[in-house]
């Protein structure tokens, strides 16, 4: 007992007795409002450079997709980013092959083009499925995929949600696509997303307003 006395005594008279202060970081308006910068100033890109998302940038957006909430915080999404140019390609082919004499609304409308990509020649292309047997699926899948969005705008990157793939990889004809993308068979394909760096900067197009209301 008189050891830890005199060691007191001794670490007080070191400081001598100063109050030891801990340094406190004080947050800026702007970090205040960072996230809702963010969401205002998101934009759906169709634009890409060729540059492709390093794997530190993959990784935070990946973690910050499974962070998103879920029901029961089951996850009942399986979520794959890909990378490889020729299943990329592959993945565009089979949606020309289902295109051909079907009309499509936006971007998927220009399918007869030279050149056309379904993902925008964006170098990343994440695939969200859901689990077929849950209620929530598509909801926890639309959550994480917000996710991705913003941390992707966040980290400068651009995303675009792309909807008219998800028939052409749910068909049973591409199965082996959803195999090679190690989708199991319980799941469906849900959103997808093309991300990769920005070759464009979209206005912001018109919100309507009306469709939200304030009961009280």
């Not at 957006?61 to 980013?81: D, F, G, H, M, V």
């Not at 090679?180 to 959103?191: A, C, G, K, M, S």
Request: aromatic share 6%; net charge negative.
């Amino acid at each position: 007992m008189e050891k830890l006395i005199v060691l007191v005594l001794i670490t007080l008279s070191f400081f001598g007795c100063k109050e030891v202060k801990v340094e406190q970081v004080a947050r800026e308006e702007t970090h205040k409002d960072a996230v809702i910068d963010n969401i205002l100033n998101r934009r759906a890109i169709r634009k890409y450079t060729e540059q492709q998302v390093s794997q530190s940038q993959l990784d935070t957006i990946l973690k910050c997709a499974i962070y998103a909430p879920s029901a029961l915080n089951l996850q009942t999404w399986e979520i794959r980013a890909v990378q490889n140019a020729e299943i990329i390609e592959e993945i565009n082919n089979r949606f020309l092959n289902f295109a051909q004499g079907q009309e499509f609304q936006g971007s998927a409308a220009r399918y007869l083009e030279p050149g056309f990509s379904i993902s925008h020649h964006a170098p990343t292309l994440i695939v969200i499925a859901s689990k077929k047997e849950s209620s929530y699926a598509k909801i926890d899948a639309g959550l994480a995929l917000q996710n991705i969005l913003l941390s992707a705008h966040a980290l400068g990157l651009g995303t675009c949600p792309i909807g008219s793939l998800v028939p052409v990889l749910n068909r049973p004809e591409n199965t082996d696509i959803r195999e090679r993308l190690n989708i199991p068979e319980e799941y469906e394909v849900t959103i997808n997303v093309a991300l990769g760096y920005p070759a464009e900067s979209p206005e912001v197009p018109d919100r309507d307003s009306k469709k939200v209301e304030i009961i009280q």
